[in-house]
Antibody, heavy 114, light 112 residues
């Protein structure tokens, strides 16, 4: 059974940093591109970042470019999202996603507030 | 970015009646390989989005055949032939032809 389990969310102050993790099981992680997608409190969905199979290529939506970094550790079956210089607009549920066959985790809440 | 506009914003449907949701793209979603990467997702309250349809009209495994997708170029439609109680929630279209992938604003379906 494919499972994606996010962790690392919580309350962070504006300008602060946070690192999200996604533990994956049930499939050969190193064979798939992976992504992070977020959903705002207003229920708007935004595709945040993509990473290729070996982590050598990454893609970001303009709103997070230069602040967020997607990475992966294939030996640990894990996906990460390093978030820096966060603002209130980054408040959202962050989902770990395997685009092929569209598997989504349950999401982790990130709240940016002082 | 490809902007996806959904209509209506909300839908109130009697059980057993049909429902239809439109998704219009600001640019053609036809990819260079001839595919159109337009998907439909359904999100129930408190759950993650679940993909129903991909490449305009292909149903995900386990999706009931009362759900169907159609369209081409810039105009797409999700139809539910007979709405059931479990169909409540928010429906989103999504394009994967261009980076960044983008979603429509969502259509909320409720039972009348």
């Amino acid at each position: 059974e494919v499972q994606l389990v996010e962790s690392g969310g919580g309350l962070v102050q504006p300008g602060g940093s946070l690192r999200l993790s996604c533990a994956v099981s049930g499939f050969n992680f190193s064979n798939y591109w992976m992504s992070w997608v977020r959903q705002t409190p207003e229920k708007r969905l935004e595709w945040v970042a993509n990473i290729n199979k070996d982590g050598s290529d990454t893609f970001y939506v303009d709103s997070v470019t230069g602040r967020f970094t997607i990475s992966r550790d294939n030996a640990k079956n894990s996906l990460y999202l390093q978030m820096k210089a966060v603002s209130a607009e980054d408040t959202a549920i962050y989902y770990c996603v395997r685009p092929v066959s569209a598997y989504w985790g349950r999401g982790v809440l990130v709240t940016v507030s002082s | 970015d490809a902007v996806l506009t959904q209509s209506p914003l909300s839908l109130s449907v009697t059980l057993g009646q049909p429902a239809s949701i439109s998704c219009r793209s600001s640019q053609s979603l036809l990819y260079s390989n001839g595919n159109i990467h337009l998907s439909w997702f359904h999100q129930r309250p408190g759950q993650s989005p679940r993909r129903l349809i991909y490449e305009v009209s292909k149903r995900n495994s386990g999706v009931p055949d009362r759900f169907s997708g159609s369209g081409s170029g810039t105009d797409f439609t999700l139809k539910i032939s007979k709405v059931e109680a479990e169909d409540v929630g928010i429906y989103y279209c999504m394009q994967g032809t261009f980076w960044p992938n983008t979603f429509g604003g969502g259509t909320r379906l409720e039972i009348k």
